[in-house]
């Protein structure tokens, strides 16, 4: 589906699904669908403040999300309630598939930050990814999963890198 001026204001539903459960579910704006990525923006939809040490998410923060239908992440740019750049949170996940109301995702583990001046790339959630089985029930994936993380991080490290995969 292409994007057009009635797409611009459509509603939809971001599904992050793990192990085949819904994980989380929130309301999004759709903002582009060009066939291949796919672009939303919501509010922060966690309760209150989730504080992880290396950022703070909190009400009043807007994500512009990046989805791809053939690449294995997507890419959330964080901004606070008066538009300042907080950084970058990307989820290793399968490819993301439109269907409906529904943009559904499903989560590999696998994360990274990338702060806004550059200073932070952390990889994240390493542990639960090792523990998580993948590698033994479904190799392929497991490969993919690692291969787009190294991807992001290399991304991450280069001044404008995650910015060119948005533009």
Do not use: H
């Not at 192990?19 to 066939?35: H, Q």
Request: hydrophobic letters at 45%.
């Amino acid at each position: 589906m292409s994007a057009n001026s009635a797409d611009r204001s459509r509603q939809l539903d971001v599904v992050l699904v793990k192990g085949g459960r819904t994980k989380i579910r929130y309301a999004a704006e759709l903002l582009t669908d060009d066939g291949t990525r796919i672009v939303v923006r919501a509010p922060w939809s966690g309760a209150g403040v989730r504080d992880f040490g290396f950022v703070r998410f909190e009400p009043g923060d807007v994500f512009t999300e990046y989805y791809w239908r053939d690449r294995w992440y997507a890419v959330k740019e964080v901004r606070d309630a008066v538009g300042a750049l907080k950084g970058w949170y990307c989820d290793v996940t399968r490819p993301a598939a439109l269907s409906g109301a529904e943009l559904v995702v499903e989560d590999l583990d696998l994360d990274l930050w990338r702060s806004a001046d550059g200073t932070d790339v952390l990889r994240l959630d390493e542990d639960e990814f090792a523990a998580s089985g993948l590698a033994e029930t479904d190799p392929e994936a497991a490969a993919a999963a690692v291969t787009a993380l190294d991807e992001l991080e290399a991304f991450a490290t280069v001044d404008g890198g995650l910015e060119s995969l948005l533009d």
